[in-house]
């Protein structure tokens, strides 16, 4: 039977074992996007995680939504980034950049100059978004037209190339959480009726030219993509995912990605299996539970859901995780007012066994 601690082989990249430390924003990037010496010890201390996937990286200026998120649009914080890369494989571990344009997700103050937010279409999200000068609601996005749309994609192909300059073992496209792909795939938010949106086919086109163009310009070997169907988060509306994502899916197949990850919504387990038998690479799922993903899930992997698993809390409190998983514990409890922004406290001061 194999289990999450058997390692395994991802498109060419030896893990050594099937347990994926998450995406999870940190806000802890300098001034200019970079990150810093702090974040350099934070992912190698969990290097023993199969497989780290950083926190969300913008692809471009615009791409930014939250307070002090990394880029990889810059020589400097491509230079920073490799730091990061060389620890990780120092102590033996493998790590993929996670490129994540925002979208309409963000407010103009985080951005330089008189840029604004933009979207699929000229509609705001419902909610808030944190900034320097505290909570402030989401704006209307503008509108992408059809070149602004080819230019995005080549963000996300100049960010991939930096990601393996930088010394990445591959790239995660971030297709999920309400951010810009998402928005792009969601009713709710994609009202275009050209040739970007208007039917689950058209809505599915930006997702599959950024995968497509991504994987031609570092190899299929080297690219993820995560997506979360049915999730409502960031005011996403997507009353009947299925459609969209196994047609997104079997467009996908033949590619010959890195991965398919799935961040799993409430009562879309049924949907999961369904894209599991869709797709014949490497699965990595971030379960739907009700609280923090933690030792029980590691079935997943024993019964064939998954072929790995993704934990975000409990490795942002555990770095040695898999090795706290394997013993059964004891686990570290998160500590939620670190989670975003400050300095070292909650972020490398957390204690290994």
């Known amino acids: 039977m194999t289990t999450a601690f058997d390692p395994i082989d991802l498109s060419g990249t030896r893990l050594a074992n099937r347990i994926v430390m ?4 940190r806000s ?3 001034e200019g996007g970079a990150p810093t010496d ?29 307070p002090a998120t990394p880029g990889l649009h810059h020589e400097d914080q491509v230079a920073a980034w490799r730091k990061v890369t060389d620890a990780v494989h120092a102590e033996g571990g493998r ?4 490129l994540m344009h925002t979208g309409r997700i963000g407010h103009p103050s985080l951005l330089p100059g008189d840029l604004h937010p ?12 944190y900034t320097a000068e505290g909570p402030k609601e989401f704006v209307t996005p503008h509108e992408l037209t059809h070149e602004e749309i080819l230019e995005t994609i080549e963000d996300f ?9 930088a010394g990445f ?3 995660e496209l971030h297709g999920a959480n309400g951010y810009l792909i998402h928005q792009f795939l969601a009713p709710g938010s994609n009202l275009r009726e050209d040739e970007w949106g208007g039917s689950d086919e058209k809505r599915i086109r930006f997702a599959v030219e950024v995968v497509k163009a991504v994987a031609e310009a570092i190899g299929a070997h080297r690219t993820g993509l995560r997506v979360s169907p049915g999730n409502p988060f960031n005011d996403i509306n997507e009353p009947d995912p299925e459609p969209a994502y196994t047609a997104l899916v079997q467009v996908l197949e033949p590619l010959g990605l890195a991965y398919l990850h799935i961040g799993e919504a ?20 971030n379960p739907a539970t009700d609280g923090p993903t933690g030792p029980d899930e590691l079935t997943l992997v024993e019964d064939g859901t998954a072929d790995l698993v993704a934990f975000g809390q409990l490795f942002l409190a555990n770095p040695d995780l898999p090795v706290r998983l394997k013993a059964g514990g004891p686990f570290n409890e998160a500590d939620p007012a670190t989670f975003y922004g400050g300095d070292a406290k909650g972020y490398t001061d957390y204690p290994t066994l």
């Open 266 to 285: 409430p009562g879309q387990r049924e949907l999961t299996h369904r894209l599991r038998k869709l797709f014949s690479g490497t699965l990595i799922l």
């Open 118 to 129: 933009v979207g699929v279409s000229p509609v705001a999200a419902q909610g808030q978004v």
């Open 38 to 66: 702090l974040t350099v010890e934070y992912y190698a201390q969990r290097a023993s995680a199969g497989l780290i996937v950083t926190e969300g990286i913008q692809p471009s200026h615009v791409g930014q939504g939250y």
């Open 95 to 98: 790590i993929f950049a996670q």
């Open 28 to 30: 802890r990037a300098a």
């Open 157 to 165: 192909v100049a960010a991939a190339r930096s990601a393996i300059e």
């Open 22 to 25: 998450s995406p999870m924003t």
């Open 169 to 171: 073992d591959g790239v």
